[in-house]
């Protein structure tokens, strides 16, 4: 038996139709005797009811942010990535009060993402300059500077509200990194040729206009000898496949017209951040070589928005709208021992987690 949240195409549209209901049986109500309304009436009210519980159940696998579906026809959409990040950040410009709280949520964000802090830890750095590029508000950096004991800590982003957030959540842990505003449109960071040893750049390299200029940049910062580790968006997901080809697309009915990067880009930091990149393996790779760097990939991190969507991959397959390369992703994927999905051996979330050293190293 199929259960009623799969009849139930979307939130929104089971609320349409309850108020298309609702408004049918009032007429009908209307032309009653008054002998009969009050039994129509609690047959009213049971009805009504029984759609909103429907509709309940419904939302739970709808789209969790508001999307107008409209970004690539409105004149105002932000076209500048420094204005748009510094309006909006990871934490939502939350201010701490404690340390055990700013702890608290670095864990829960981490907790999101089950794996992704195995992949890019921000532990094992002692004794080392480690630069966090695109680091926010400070998650990283605090994670840095509470689990690692680095020599130089230094953090970098376009946003200056978010570096001053930064500053004073490292303040509250009693600690410091050298903090570089990179204003949009520059690649130059003000740093000594090879004088870096690790490079951590967790969800940013994907919002940069000119990915293979940044990694030529790290490159000449990182020392022969040193390592970074990026976290970009990864294009064999559920979140691709599922939520935005099935999701978005289909059920909803958004974004079905532009390409599936254009719809994936609009669903994940923000439906009007500027531009975002999604990208398999072997287009990361060449990126790097392109820079003078060997890439590994490494893994990647599932999002529990994802794992929460999984039980809908088969009612995607019946639909045959499907694109068929979101087909045989969906129809391949091989369940572990945990119920977490892989795709030809990787578990297959957004965050594609990569490790470059490089090349002559």
């Known amino acids: 038996m199929i259960p009623d949240f799969l009849r139930a195409r979307s939130y929104a549209n089971a609320i349409e139709a309850l108020s298309a209901r609702i408004a049918a049986l009032e007429g009908r109500l209307a032309a009653l005797d008054a002998s009969n309304k009050a039994t129509a009436l609690a047959a009213l009210e049971e009805r009504v009811a029984a759609a909103e519980a429907r509709s309940r159940r419904a939302a739970v696998y709808d789209i969790p942010v508001s999307l107008r579906g409209d970004f690539y026809e409105r004149d105002d959409r932000p076209r500048d990535m420094q204005e748009y990040w510094s309006r909006h ?115 940013v390299l994907m919002l940069v206009e000119d990915p293979p200029k940044m990694l030529r940049e790290f490159r000449r910062v990182l020392r022969r000898n040193g390592e970074a580790r990026i976290m970009v968006y990864n294009h064999d997901s559920l979140w691709l496949h599922l939520y935005v080809a099935y999701i978005v697309r289909l059920e909803r009915g958004l974004y079905a017209e532009r390409t599936m990067c254009e719809s994936f880009a609009r669903t994940t930091d923000g439906e009007y951040c500027p531009f975002v990149h999604v990208w398999r393996p072997a287009e990361v790779g060449s990126m790097a070589a392109e820079a003078g760097f060997a890439a590994e990939f490494i893994g990647a991190a599932l999002s529990l928005w994802e794992l929460h969507l999984l039980p809908l991959r088969f009612k995607a397959l019946l639909d045959p709208r499907l694109p068929g390369e979101s087909r045989d992703f969906l129809l391949g994927l091989v369940l572990d021992e945990h119920g977490y999905p892989r795709h030809r051996g990787a578990y297959a979330g957004i965050d594609a987690c990569y490790r470059l050293r490089p090349s002559e190293a």
């Open 89 to 203: 950040n990871v934490t939502n410009h939350r201010e701490f009060t404690s340390i055990a709280e700013s702890l608290d949520y670095l864990q829960y964000r981490n907790m999101q993402y089950p794996g992704y802090i195995d992949l890019l830890p921000v532990s094992g750095c002692d004794g080392k300059t480690v630069l966090d590029y695109g680091c926010g508000p400070g998650n990283d950096l605090v994670g840095f500077s509470h689990w690692s004991h680095p020599k130089r800590l230094i953090g970098a982003d376009v946003s200056v509200p978010s570096l001053e957030q930064a500053k004073a959540r490292l303040l509250l842990h009693g600690a410091s990194a050298e903090l570089i505003h990179m204003p949009y449109g520059s690649y130059s960071l003000p740093l000594e040729n090879e004088s870096v040893d690790y490079i951590h750049c967790s969800g």
